[in-house]
């Protein structure tokens, strides 16, 4: 579908509106008088890296764009391209799920979660309010802090209890960055400090027992956009944590940027893979994203989840995301049956 630009000619004699097809190169309109612009006019239907996304309230950025201190200090990735604004976010697996891009942002996030009836865990809730932070330091660098917060668990085989999650800091860094093709690969790494409250299921015997590598990517294909990132899950005491692999896909697509403009439905897919067993909780489930309990018999099981929902762009600033989590594998398997996930990104 394609939408008609207005262009507005300014002549020796006044305004003279006239209506030009909305397709990409320069026009040269020539008013009565003689006057004549050159004008590039983009087609709205169809974003290119330069000219993304479109927003539900308003197209201004209250930040501004000049640079702070130096050129990608807290702007990252926006101040020397614009090929992050067509893309939406990732909403589920927020814990793991790290998009490439380079920014400065607040995202607080909520998440409800269900435990099946059928699994050792034996039914219950989670609920869990975290923050992420990430810093900028340059256009291709950023500190990330991803998992921190509080949960509230009332599983059917543990007493209700509430608690501190575990803390995880660490960096990313873009090596491509290609415009032209819209592509985006990251790698980066992850630390997480068990310091939590092992009430909730997180802490553990060994302290500061994880690391987590990672590699993301984002590739635009017309209008739709796929961001995706493999992870490894590295425990320094085999004993205490298992080893696990997951990885993530995503899908979205801005469907009618006219009539609801920043609205992006997507769909994702998630899946984690125990690696090894350990020797900390005599389970055959483990603690997917959540946590890494150190079970003794997960060594080989898979679980896979999917998620419907949208990412909302309000401002440049602000997006809101919601997206609904159901079991592709067999629920009793592990500990997962359903799972909402909300939050709010707020970028520099």
Same mark, same amino acid.
């Given at each position: 579908?394609?939408?008609?630009? /207005?262009?507005t000619v300014v002549g020796l004699a006044g305004s003279i509106t006239a209506a030009a097809t909305a397709a990409p190169g320069i026009f040269d309109l020539h008013g009565a008088f003689g006057s004549q =612009?050159?004008?590039?006019v983009q087609d709205a239907e169809q974003p290119t890296a330069s000219d993304g996304s479109h927003y539900l309230l308003s197209d201004n950025n209250v930040f501004g764009d000049d640079t702070v201190w130096y050129t990608g200090f807290l702007t990252g990735m926006r101040a020397t391209t614009n090929i992050?604004?067509?893309f939406a976010d990732p909403v589920g697996h927020p814990y793991f799920f790290e998009?490439?891009? /380079?920014?400065?942002s607040l995202r607080p996030i909520y998440l409800w979660h269900d435990f099946p009836t059928s699994s050792q865990i034996s039914g219950g809730q989670a609920n869990v309010w975290a923050t992420q932070v990430r810093i900028a330091l340059t256009d291709r660098l950023a500190l990330i802090a991803t998992k921190d917060g509080w949960t509230e668990l009332n599983a059917g085989i543990l007493e209700r209890s509430s608690g501190w999650n575990d803390f995880t800091v660490g960096a990313k860094y873009a090596f491509i960055v290609d415009e032209a093709e819209e592509f985006v690969l990251t790698g980066g790494m992850r630390w997480e400090w068990h310091n939590g409250n092992r009430d909730v299921l997180q802490g553990g015997d060994s302290g500061d027992n994880e690391l987590s590598p990672f590699i993301s990517f984002a590739k635009a294909f017309g209008r739709w956009n796929l961001i995706g990132t493999v992870n490894g899950r590295l425990p320094?005491?085999?004993?205490?944590?298992?080893?696990?692999?997951?990885? =993530?896909?995503?899908?979205?697509?801005e469907i009618a940027p006219e009539t609801l403009p920043g609205l992006h439905p997507l769909i994702e897919l998630h899946a984690l893979h125990y690696l090894s067993n350990a020797d900390r909780l005599p389970l055959s489930v483990g603690g997917l994203d959540y946590g890494n309990i150190g079970s003794s018999d997960v060594a080989g099981s898979s679980v896979f989840w999917g998620e419907l929902g949208f990412r909302w762009k309000l401002t440049p600033n602000v997006s809101w995301?919601?997206?609904?989590?159901?079991? /592709?594998?067999?629920?009793?398997?592990?500990?997962?049956?359903?799972?909402? &996930? &909300?939050?709010f990104i707020f970028s520099f």
């Open positions: 579908m394609r939408r008609t630009d /207005i262009v =612009d050159a004008l590039a992050a604004k067509r998009s490439p891009f /380079i920014e400065t320094m005491d085999h004993n205490d944590a298992n080893f696990i692999l997951n990885w =993530d896909l995503h899908l979205d697509c995301g919601v997206a609904y989590g159901f079991p /592709i594998s067999n629920p009793s398997n592990d500990v997962f049956n359903q799972r909402v &996930t &909300t939050d």
